[in-house]
């Protein structure tokens, strides 16, 4: 395929300038958004209140024009608040589909670990195959589709755990942080006249976003690169220190990130340092130590940088 061409490029450097306007500081972050929304996965952002999650994904739905939903989630969310609920109509004397708010293509599910864990297994399906069941019929979401959700850590009041088989359908997890002096200032003269994204200008539609997802599968992957990922798995699943490493599926998520991100730095192929860069976003919520190691100070990040050391880079030899 080709690197992307001068429209490519303009729309991508135009939806970066957008989410960058509202999300000040955070280039690195708001690469690796437009890098899970290109590859088509679903991102799971963990902070603090108060850094700009919220803020970042209702920046790229506002620069998409497509449909958006957002759900407020907490203890009282109910299963089929999201997915919605067959309703019976005694004029036509059946059952009617009314559809939640996951109908959609970008759907934000803000505080996700508030929501009781039933709930949250609502969004199961919609994450993994694009359709929810209800009352024993499939219903398929719209295409695109791509969960966003925020969380707070989980020792925050009124937090749960997200199970594993979730975090497994996240293809990526990061973090904003807080800003730096001089980036929290300029944040305090940039809403002097009002938000950001009451400011924002869409840029593309849904259909530009497929194209573009669709040009990322064609970004080549080398056989030298793609036993590269498959050995840094499969070594986060004979450390010593990991109880469970990286699954099958979270393979396929690193090497589907590493075509959008060396798409979106104009390259038509991967290079083995796109693979390290994105794994620790990728591998890092699914990896679980021994308690030991946890105890002994390890971390996912130190034990994905011992895997680094042990795995060896594939080198293009130039004839």
Do not use: W
Not at 108 to 120: G, H, P, S, V
């Amino acid at each position: 395929m080709d690197a992307p061409g001068m429209e490519e490029f303009t729309l991508l450097k135009q939806l970066k300038t957008n989410l960058e306007s509202c999300i000040l500081g955070k280039q690195a972050e708001v690469e690796l958004l437009l890098t899970a929304v290109l590859a088509g996965g679903h991102v799971l952002l963990e902070d603090v209140p108060g850094t700009g999650k919220t803020v970042l994904i209702k920046a790229l739905a506002k620069s998409v024009q497509g449909q958006f939903r957002r759900i407020q989630c907490n203890p009282d969310l109910l299963p089929t608040d999201i997915t919605g609920v067959a309703i019976y109509h005694p004029k036509e004397e059946t059952f009617m589909f009314r559809p939640g708010p996951v109908m959609t293509n970008i759907l934000l599910a803000d505080e996700i670990n508030r929501a009781t864990t039933k709930t949250q297994s609502a969004l199961l399906e919609a994450m993994e195959e694009h359709s929810v069941t209800v009352d024993g019929d499939c219903h398929a979401l719209p295409e695109p589709f791509i969960l966003l959700a925020t969380q707070n850590p989980i020792d925050f009041e009124g937090t749960y755990v997200l199970p594993e088989a979730q975090l497994d359908r996240f293809m990526m997890k990061f973090s904003l942080g807080y800003p730096d002096h001089e980036t929290e200032k300029k944040m305090l003269f940039s809403q002097a006249s009002g938000h950001p994204l009451d400011r924002l200008e869409p840029i593309a539609d849904v259909r530009r976003i497929t194209d573009l997802q669709q040009k990322v599968r064609q970004v080549h992957v080398d056989d030298a690169v793609a036993d590269y990922v498959v050995s840094i798995a499969r070594k986060t699943r004979e450390h010593s220190s990991v109880f469970l490493g990286a699954s099958p599926r979270a393979t396929i998520a690193l090497l589907q990130a590493s075509k959008a991100f060396a798409y979106i730095r104009e390259r038509e192929y991967v290079i083995p340092d796109d693979i390290k860069f994105l794994t620790p976003y990728v591998f890092g919520h699914r990896m679980i130590l021994h308690s030991e190691a946890r105890i002994e100070g390890m971390t996912v990040e130190s034990v994905l940088q011992s895997i680094f050391q042990q795995v060896r880079v594939p080198v293009r030899l130039e004839k």
